[in-house]
């Protein structure tokens, strides 16, 4: 993909959702110059799903980058995301809590996940049912290091819209439930490049956009 049509892509789709919708640019195998186009728009939040990458990236560009953790995380690696991590939105166990929490004290930082709440039926993806999120949930308080400040949910790969648009549906009823007694709860990431409108549609207020920035290619 050309480098000038990140930018055009990246706001196009920026101004077509609006301010309320915070965009992440997934830039997982995409180049320092890709994300420096972006960069250069005023863009600032980026999603990596490996945290060496990220972390590489993270030296090697600006420091104002917000840095989105969006894939999953192996508890020996959080010590390496912890310093400069924005957000995670993959958290998806007790254990993982425990170890962002613990890196966070170590680093002196308040570190804000989010839950992956698993929406799809597919066995491939990660997250938690409804009662291990409820679980993590009551246990917040136990952790000074981290701050759950909303949920993070995959729909099926699926070309059925409605099977789409009910687990979004899904995803945003429990957030509600949890939102009621839960001040800090605020962000609610779905929506990918395929399915993002019909996330918005639902209450999405993050969305998670690669190709449709980057192009399908690595460049």
């Keep these: 993909m050309h480098m000038n049509s990140i930018q055009k892509n ?4 920026k101004k077509e959702v609006g301010d309320n919708v915070l965009v992440v640019a997934v830039s997982k195998t ?5 994300i420096k186009k972006a960069y250069e728009t005023g863009h600032r939040d ?50 993982l809590a425990k170890e962002i929490n613990k ?7 308040i570190i804000e996940c989010l839950i992956q709440y698993r929406i799809s039926n597919e066995e491939t993806k990660f997250g938690l049912n409804e009662n291990e999120v409820m679980d993590i949930i009551k246990l917040q308080d136990n952790f000074s290091g981290l701050r759950i400040t909303g949920l993070m949910g995959m729909a099926s790969f699926v070309d059925d819209q409605n099977v789409i ?4 549906k899904k995803l945003k009823t429990l957030f509600d439930r949890i939102k009621l007694s839960n001040k800090n709860f605020k962000i ?28 399908e290619r690595n460049v």
Excluded at 69 to 77: R, S, V
Excluded at 191 to 212: F, Q, V
């Design 10 to 13: 990246l706001k196009r789709i």
């Design 30 to 34: 995409k180049s320092i110059d890709c």
């Design 46 to 95: 980026f999603g990596e799903n490996k945290i060496q990458e990220m972390t590489s990236k993270f030296n090697d560009l600006p420091k104002d980058i917000n840095w989105h953790m969006i894939g999953h995380i192996q508890t020996n690696k959080v010590k390496y995301l912890a310093p400069y991590v924005s957000l995670i939105h993959s958290l998806d166990s007790l254990k």
């Design 103 to 109: 890196q966070a004290i170590k680093n002196n930082k």
């Design 165 to 168: 648009d009910k687990e979004f």
């Design 188 to 215: 609610i990431s779905m929506g990918m490049t395929l399915d993002y409108n019909l996330a918005i549609k639902n209450g999405s207020n993050m969305i998670r956009i690669g190709s449709k920035i980057f192009g």
